[in-house]
């Protein structure tokens, strides 16, 4: 199992980016998608998260801002970022918990990490 990201980039205060992250291989069913994001020296903050009913929850620091989507025929979790602001600049890392076979337990992936940077 693989999950693989992609997006992100440089962009200016007040713009917008999205980034995707898509989970291949052997998969048998996906629960909870999420992305977190880890700035310099500070520790991986979870962002947001989706389950597999489609509930959502954010980090306070993002609510308003951020909107996180998944599209379950393609095993993608989607997260569109809006109003970004300089504190937003971090690695964004998606989570996913997959079941590889029926009888496989839930293990947690990661993909790599995407660079979002923020310019004031």
């Known amino acids: 199992v693989q999950l693989q990201a992609s997006g992100g980039g440089l962009v200016q205060t007040g713009g917008s980016l999205s980034v995707s992250c898509a989970a291949s291989?052997?998969?048998?069913?996906?629960?909870?998608m999420g992305w977190y994001r880890q700035a310099p020296g500070k520790q991986r903050e979870l962002v947001a998260l989706i389950t597999g009913g489609g509930n959502s929850n954010y980090a306070d620091s993002v609510k308003g801002r951020f909107t996180i989507s998944r599209d379950n025929a393609k095993n993608t979790v989607y997260l569109q970022m809006n109003s970004l602001k300089p504190e937003d600049t971090a690695l964004y890392y998606c989570?996913?918990?997959?079941?590889?076979?029926?009888?496989?337990?839930?293990?947690?992936?990661w993909g790599q990490g995407t660079q979002v940077t923020v310019s004031s």
């Open positions: 291989g052997s998969i048998f069913s996906v629960s909870a």
């Open positions: 989570n996913a918990g997959i079941k590889p076979f029926a009888t496989s337990p839930w293990v947690y992936y």
